[in-house]
């Protein structure tokens, strides 16, 4: 007869050594992926994720696991928040940390690298 020792795994009291030797990485750090970059330029430009899909011959599912990964990366929650992001650090908006107005500037083509 075989005997066996039960252990009960707590993850407060026994943390696993994968979770302490996973590193987080930040999320500044990371930069979007070339497809991202892509997709945020159509999402921004008012597409919708059917027609983004439609467009590279993907599903939907696809482009919006695109779409989530990129508001992570922004540090945004919905499409709005990475349109805003979007503009501002194309220089089309300026938002001041002080609370004050936003201003525009004048506005440059959707095609002029950063």
């Not at 994720?49 to 599903?59: T, W």
């Not at 540090?75 to 002080?98: K, N």
């Amino acid at each position: 007869m075989r005997h066996f020792q039960l252990i009960r795994l707590d993850s407060k009291a026994y943390p696993s050594a994968h979770r302490q030797s996973v590193r987080r990485r930040d999320i500044a750090d990371e930069k979007p992926t070339p497809r991202e970059l892509e997709v945020e330029d159509l999402l921004c430009r008012g597409y919708s994720q059917e027609n983004i899909a439609a467009i590279f011959g993907r599903s939907v599912n696809t482009i919006s696991a695109h779409a989530l990964s990129l508001y992570r990366k922004r540090g945004v929650h919905s499409q709005i928040g990475l349109l805003l992001a979007y503009l501002e650090r194309r220089g089309i908006v300026v938002f001041p940390h002080d609370g004050s107005e936003c201003s525009l500037n004048e506005p440059r083509p959707f095609g002029d690298a950063q």
